[in-house]
């Protein structure tokens, strides 16, 4: 098995590639060990001293290492953890767990622009910061303000305020004009 590995704009996280389907559909994303139990790939992650967060998409792990925490002392330990767990015939998820479709659920009188949100997150921005190793949903919509949260490499991510700003707000206001601005929410 040979696993690729890829830098993300954010320098605390890594993209992994093990070349083979990791979730069919979705994403999960374990913000900390003590989010790990649904997952037997996470909680092997996990295991490694430094890590603080893992996320998962349909071919890519993404990794969060603390701030003290050198890539070159803990990238061999997570690579043969992914490694192991392939070789295990473990589950990615364990059974009964399945990891989230991505957007939250939206009712009331403005569900006709938030269809339309959530259907450019998904063709235009979803798409792209996957490549990045992250992912970012939708969260809410209140009196103009759409609200997402991000996940994997994009939480914590230095450039994350100016993919929001500069990228994904211009790009909802010029298509959905009652779109005024873009907001990150901490799940």
């Known amino acids: 098995m040979f696993i ?4 993300t704009p954010n320098p605390a996280t890594l993209k992994f590639l093990p070349g083979q389907t990791v979730l069919e559909a979705g994403t999960a994303d374990f913000p900390s060990a003590e989010t790990s139990g649904k997952s037997p790939l996470a909680a092997r992650l996990f295991a490694v001293e430094g890590v603080t ?8 792990v993404t990794v969060t290492k603390a701030d003290e925490t050198q890539w070159d002392h803990i990238k061999p330990a997570l690579l043969g953890a992914i490694m192991e ?9 364990a059974t009964g767990d399945q990891p989230t479709s991505g957007h939250a659920d939206h009712e009331g009188e403005d569900q006709e622009i ?3 949100i959530k259907e450019l997150l998904d063709t235009r921005v979803r798409p792209a910061v996957a490549q990045d190793g992250g992912d970012i949903t939708f969260h809410g919509f209140d009196r103009g ?3 997402l949260y991000m996940q994997g490499a994009c939480a ?3 450039s994350s305020t100016l993919t929001l700003k ?5 790009l909802l206001r010029h298509y959905i004009p009652e779109v005024t601005e873009v907001r990150p929410v901490a799940v």
Request: proline fraction near 6%.
């Open 114 to 116: 938030v269809v339309q």
């Open 85 to 93: 767990h392939y070789q295990s015939g473990q589950p990615v998820m």
């Open 145 to 147: 303000v759409v609200y």
């Open 166 to 170: 500069m990228g994904i707000e211009n």
């Open 156 to 158: 914590g991510c230095p």
């Open 4 to 7: 690729q590995t890829e830098s």
């Open 53 to 60: 967060g893992v996320f998962f998409g349909t071919d890519f």
